[in-house]
């Protein structure tokens, strides 16, 4: 986990409000996952992913563009084989890396990661974790451990808060200062796709209960613990009223699986592909960007939220947020 750094802010500076190019390659690496969770879409749209040749080929458009941060994510990073030397090649370019993962196949896999930056493991609850994700938490708790004896920034542990969990915050909390991890929180998102009745029964539905467990995050936040969230997020995932700008697809390139470039991961709108270059691809959408998120009625995914109110310099966001 990184805190504020002059020399990093002065790069993102240069790429994102001089250059106006986005400062992170945030990559869907495939289409197939090892767990089969309620309210994903994700692993349900199994399909065509990118070739070795075309994944290193993107990576040195991106990094000639003045991308500085590569993150594999979705559906489950760890199931592809040559993740280790699409690793080692943003690395050998001079590209942070950072991954994103479910934790099934840590212990297995750890080891091959050299090349890797950052960790994001998704740990939704504890005595709720089999409920949400369908296995027992026992099952990563392994490959965590031994990754942070691998990975040289300390592991983060990604969050989302929903109505099975809202009992498992504070422990979770607890167990992140324990294990010395970082921890994030984001609320669900009800994206299209998946059915009412996944929603009825996981959707935040008791809002006195929600809100006072956020106000316990942020108390923790403050007493603290180490949650990566600003204060200005976490009031705004405790009020659910997203207030604030998005630039969310200025500082974000994002990448499906099959080189579709899309307009950001929550409404996943294609809106070009890596075969025309992403330099081309860039400035031709350069208006539609622009149209869409001015449209846009705001999410709270917390990629987008810190990182568009630390773009618009809010000193509070500054001072806490610790990006990852």
Known sequence: ???????????????????????????????????????????????????????????????????????AWTVEPLLREDLPLILKHAKS???????????????????????????????????????????????????????????????????????????DIEELIHMAKEMDMKISFEPMYEFGG?????????????????KSTVDRIIEMKKEGYPIINSLTYLQMVKDLKPNYTCHGNEIVMGVAADGSIENCRVHRKPIGNISEGIANAWERTRKERKKMADECQKCLFFGYVENSLMYDFKLEVLQHYEWM
């Not at 790429?15 to 994903?40: E, T, Y």
């Not at 296995?135 to 990604?158: F, R, S, T, W, Y």
């Not at 059915?195 to 539905?205: A, C, Q, S």
């Open 93 to 167: 370019i001079g590209m942070m890396t950072s991954l994103i993962t479910n934790g099934l196949l840590l212990e297995k896999r750890i080891d091959e990661l050299e090349d890797l930056d950052y960790l994001s493991v998704s740990v939704d609850g504890i005595s709720s974790y089999k409920d949400i994700r369908g296995v027992d938490l026992e099952k990563i708790l392994p490959g965590i451990i031994k990754a942070k004896e691998q990975v040289k920034n300390p592991l983060l542990m990604n969050c989302v808060i929903s109505g099975k969990n809202l009992d």
């Open 194 to 210: 998946i059915g009412k009745n996944v929603w009825d029964e996981m959707g935040i539905r008791n809002a006195e209960k929600y």
């Open 1 to 71: 986990m990184t805190k504020f750094s002059p020399i990093l802010a002065a790069r993102a500076l240069w790429q994102m409000q001089i250059k106006k190019r986005p400062f992170v390659l945030s990559h869907a690496i495939n289409s197939k996952c090892n767990m089969k969770c309620s309210f994903c879409e994700y692993w349900k749209e199994s399909g065509p992913q990118m070739e070795l040749e075309e994944i290193f080929k993107m990576l040195d458009e991106a990094r000639e563009f003045g991308i500085l941060v590569y993150n």
